[in-house]
């Protein structure tokens, strides 16, 4: 069956970078591309970005060029989302989905503090 | 900047029948926007619903469908069950860019 399981919850300060993985199985890797969302506390979700994870080619969005940087490793079937000069308004649940929005990831809290 | 709308909450009894609404800043809602629907329930990850305007996914319970109404994508919810009450949010793709809803917050009473 197919699972997205995300790294665990992150504590960062501000200025700092984190990086939350995603690894996938019970399907081919490189046969679908990955979107990262993200949800703030009490908040909608909201799309960062996308990797096709054959070739690695992304699409972010605009809100957040230059800050976020997505990879994949096909060796271990695990999807990256980096986002760096974190602030407080970061603070937020971090999802990985498929292609379709057909599976998530768990979710990944990051929280920002000074 | 695209901006889809969504009701921001809506009532609904036992065993009644409720429309959610998705509207495009840009326009009419087409199959071409690929409309999602997604539940969201409090602490969980989103959960597809629907794709591609009136898809099912196999773990789609039968009393949802999705369609074109008005301009708008839409989900409807047939026979509501206390389980259904959820954050509901539509996905659209605009060249793929994923763009959501702000959310409906349905509550079955």
């Known amino acids: 069956q197919v699972q997205l399981v995300q790294s665990g919850a992150e504590v960062k300060k501000t200025g700092a970078s984190v990086k939350v993985s995603c690894k996938a199985s019970?399907?081919?890797?490189?046969?679908?591309?990955m979107h990262w969302v993200r949800q703030a506390p009490g908040q909608g979700l909201e799309w960062m970005g996308i990797?096709?994870?054959?070739?690695?080619?992304?699409t972010y969005a605009q809100k957040f060029q230059g800050r976020v940087t997505m990879t994949s490793d096909t060796s271990t079937s695990t999807v990256y989302m980096e986002l760096s000069s974190l602030r407080s308004e970061d603070t937020a649940v971090y999802y990985c989905?498929?292609?379709?929005?057909?599976?998530w990831g768990q979710g990944t809290l990051v929280t920002v503090s000074s | 900047q695209t901006v889809v709308t969504q009701e921001p909450s809506l009532t609904v009894s036992p065993g009644g029948t409720v429309t959610l609404t998705c509207a495009s800043s840009?326009?009419?809602?087409?199959?071409?926007?690929?409309p999602n629907w997604l539940q969201q329930k409090l602490g969980q990850a989103p959960r597809a619903l629907i794709y591609?305007?009136?898809n099912k996914h196999s773990w789609t319970p039968a009393r949802f469908s999705g369609s074109l109404l008005g301009g708008k994508a839409a989900l409807t919810l047939s026979g509501v069950q206390p389980e259904d009450e959820a954050e509901y949010y539509c996905?659209?793709?605009?060249?793929?860019?994923?763009?959501f809803g702000g959310g409906t917050k349905l509550t079955v009473l």
């Open positions: 591609s305007t009136t």
């Open positions: 996905l659209l793709y605009y060249s793929g860019v994923w763009v």
């Open positions: 990797i096709n994870p054959s070739g690695g080619r992304t």
């Open positions: 989905a498929r292609q379709h929005s057909d599976f």
């Open positions: 019970g399907y081919t890797f490189t046969s679908y591309s």
């Open positions: 840009t326009g009419a809602v087409t199959s071409g926007y690929y």
